[in-house]
């Protein structure tokens, strides 16, 4: 399968720190492509670059064989890359609804917002990904997973073809943790790709088909996700040889 994103010898750097060197990453279509590496690896610097948060200093970005510029994070959206921060973006006194369709409500002729199609196009997009919620829910009621789905919801009503998540789970239950499962292979059934970035092993085994590591700012390894053990994993993340892992590691 041919890829739908490529990032070559991307590099960036900051006042005294060189935060990726040369490195290269690539996604392909409806793959669920985990990337993991230790605090500074560069693994948000480099999701950062895709979505125009930052630009890069060199290297090119290839979408669709396509070499593409990103300036700035509407850049981004514009080539239908969603990026879902750590950090969430709703608007918390706003409802469910207005904010999935945050800047792009739907007005009908004299221009003011039809809040019966507003509503009624949240749900439909609730409905796709099995969530099962008022769309008038003040986002304040809303629990962190809710808040996760809204997001989800966003990103697929701005007809993007990727969505990247930074950290989702690290507010959710174990309940809201399987939800999300449940969305993400949803949404790999209906052709999204998706780059999912988490410290927590078991999640990147549950979901994952590929896996790229970074450490110190440099690409170690791009492999399936199949053929490579925890073991080999933590060694390719902190670059020392483990003798023993303990069953139950999940963070670093």
């Known amino acids: 399968m041919s890829n739908i994103l490529e990032m070559k010898n991307i590099s960036k750097s900051f006042p005294g720190v060189k935060a990726l060197q040369n490195v290269d990453f690539s996604l392909k279509k409806g793959e669920v492509h985990c990337l993991i590496g230790a605090n500074g690896a560069g693994k948000s610097t480099l999701m950062k670059i895709l979505a125009g948060v930052y630009t890069k200093d060199e290297g090119e970005i290839l979408l669709d064989n396509q070499q593409i510029s990103i300036k700035n994070p509407s850049d981004s959206m514009q080539l239908g890359i969603s990026t879902i921060h750590q ?22 002729k004299g221009g003011f917002i039809s809040w019966q199609k507003m509503n009624k196009e949240a749900k439909r997009i609730f ?3 099995g969530v099962k919620v008022s769309p008038t829910m003040p986002t304040t009621e809303a629990s962190m997973g809710l808040k ?12 993007c073809k990727i969505i990247v998540m930074d950290e989702p789970s690290t507010a959710l239950s174990t309940d809201e943790i399987h939800k999300l499962y449940d969305v993400i292979a949803l949404l790999k059934k209906q052709g999204y790709t998706i780059v999912y970035i988490s410290h927590k092993l078991d999640e990147l085994y549950a979901i994952g088909d590929r896996i790229t590591v970074l450490r110190n700012g440099r690409w170690i390894i791009t492999d399936h996700i199949d053929n490579i053990s925890q073991q080999q994993l933590i060694q390719h993340i902190t670059g020392r040889a483990i003798e023993k892992v303990q069953k139950h590691i999940q963070r670093f």
């Open 148 to 159: 996760q789905m809204t997001e989800i919801a966003k990103a697929i009503r701005s007809d």
């Open 127 to 129: 409905d796709l990904l």
């Open 87 to 108: 950090e969430l973006s709703l608007i918390e006194n706003l409802t469910l609804a207005e904010n999935i369709l945050l800047g792009n409500y739907l007005k009908p």
